[in-house]
């Protein structure tokens, strides 16, 4: 599980301006990768596995998996009598055309 923290900005600078960051005498320690950041991260790089990831704007992000499994679920409703049905069924495949299609914000993730 992952925790995003709103308003924090990623550190222009890499480690040397991270927040999480623990600064000691000697040498800085990662809390996440649990090591020392040095070399090139103090020259304003950041480590090629850094967890800390930036989100572009985006609008309201939602459960897309639960969306068009929602929706194929009224695909499976007949009723060939109610015209109504035949325009929801056809706004559904199209939900989940452009569900599936749509750029993923942030990757899906599940508890342990």
Do not use: Q
């Not at 927040?19 to 480590?47: A, M, Q, S, T, W």
């Not at 056809?90 to 569900?99: E, R, S």
């Amino acid at each position: 599980m992952s925790v995003l923290i709103k308003g924090l900005k990623m550190p222009k600078d890499g480690c040397k301006d991270c927040l999480l960051v623990k600064r000691g005498r000697v040498f800085d320690i990662c809390p996440f990768l649990k090591r020392e950041v040095n070399g090139n991260v103090e020259r304003g790089g950041k480590p090629y596995d850094c967890p800390l990831i930036e989100l572009p704007d985006h609008g309201r992000l939602i459960d897309v998996d639960k969306l068009i499994a929602d929706a194929e679920c009224e695909l499976l409703l007949e009723d060939e009598t109610d015209d109504k049905y035949w325009y929801w069924n056809d706004g559904a495949k199209n939900v989940i055309d452009l569900a599936k299609t749509a750029p993923t914000i942030i990757e899906a993730e599940r508890s342990e």
